[in-house]
């Protein structure tokens, strides 16, 4: 059974940066796409990065310039590195498989960006 526990949100002001980490047990994550999603209040949970297997990855253009998506198969983790963040960025995190799998959702991290 794979479990997922994202870490890492917190508030911050316009412009500054967090890292999202999300650790992976169950299985190597070195098999499987991967992707961060997030959702706002009131909104749908929405894929803004993914990075395959063979380390390739896509952003939805919102964010493409200001997250980074990466994994480090030894410690079994993907992270998101979000530079220059905007009060739009602001939404609860989630990682996930992608195509993401109902039943591997966590409880995801809480981004805040407002001065």
């Known amino acids: 059974q794979v479990q997922l526990v994202e870490s890492g949100g917190g508030l911050v002001q316009p412009g500054g940066s967090l890292r999202l980490s999300c650790a992976v047990s169950?299985?190597?994550?070195?098999?499987?796409?991967m992707g961060w999603y997030r959702q706002a209040p009131g909104k749908g949970r929405d894929l803004v990065a993914s990075?395959?297997?063979?380390?390739?990855?896509n952003y939805v253009d919102s964010v493409k310039g200001r997250f980074t998506i990466s994994r480090d198969n030894a410690k079994n983790t993907v992270y998101l590195q979000m530079n220059s963040l905007k009060p739009e960025d602001t939404a609860v995190y989630y990682c996930?498989?992608?195509?993401?799998?109902?039943?591997?959702w966590g409880q995801g991290t809480q981004v805040t960006v407002s001065s």
């Open positions: 996930n498989l992608n195509p993401y799998v109902r039943e591997y």
């Open positions: 990075i395959t297997s063979m380390l390739r990855t």
């Open positions: 169950g299985s190597p994550v070195r098999i499987y796409a």
